[in-house]
């Protein structure tokens, strides 16, 4: 696990290239839950999502140990390849990054718009990973993975921010993708030696961490079909399970329409923009709210990128 000077660092690096994000109690999301609620606020990075702030730290550091690399690539569904693409520029290091057939369109626009090769390979996230892991042989190039030391070192960030401004946290929901998010709060909370309990939300429909959780060990699933794209994993990473198995209280499961929900309530009651998987977290204190009446709540909102139609979808209901 990191340590609490590892932590500080990678900070810094983070900062060095934004500033910290909000957090915020928010009064009506407050009634809805029955509990006071802390929002942190990662829908508001350069990036719009939590992961910008590990495409910082490790670009920073690979370009440090190899000063005369050319290129990397990397898999993502949208959110991890931003913080690559805009970390690698401001390294001057080419990316090339590969997502999977009918990604979202305007995170495609935005990878290309921070300066990123754009390649579509593969039906899910899964497979375009693994035509990533190929193209890195036929060029040459250096693979970024979606869960590292110095990826989970940088999102951790937003965690060493959260528990040091706001009063201290019963409870913090964080939703899995690959594990990064969870993995740095965790370490957050046991380098400052803090009591919160951590939470894991997947998506019923993408559920491995939940199986692996309850298993002990990696159950990888055939299919990871939902609008939550940032949580659209089959396969989990049996590092990051590790640390999850260790130092997550549970996971809870959110369906579609649980996330849908929480989408719309989150635009109600705070006028925020939420992308599925950073809704998710909502969705499962919502299930979830019997449990903490009158206690304080974390919530990770981990981004705000979706399309403007499935957007307008989804706040309509449909």
Known sequence: MLSLSEIEAASAIVHAAMPPTAQYAWPLLARRTGCETWVKHENHTPTGAFKVRGGLVYMDRLKRSSPQLEGVV???????????ALAAARNGIAATIVVPHGNSVEKNAAMRAFGAELIEAGHDFDAAKDAAIKLAGERGLAMVPSFDRDLVAGVASYALELFRAAPTLDTVYVPIGLGSGICGTI?????LGLKTKIVGV???????????????????TNSADTMADGMAVRGPDAGALEIILKGAERIVQVSDAEIGAAMRAYYEDTHQLTEGAGAAALAALLQERDRFAGKRIGLILSGGNIDRPVYLRTLAGD
């Open 187 to 191: 370490a957050v909370r046991d380098a």
């Open 74 to 84: 990397s898999a993502t569904r949208g959110n991890h390849g931003q913080s690559i």
């Open 202 to 220: 997947v998506s019923t429909e993408a559920p491995a961490y939940a199986l692996s959780f309850a298993a002990g060990k990696v159950v990888a």
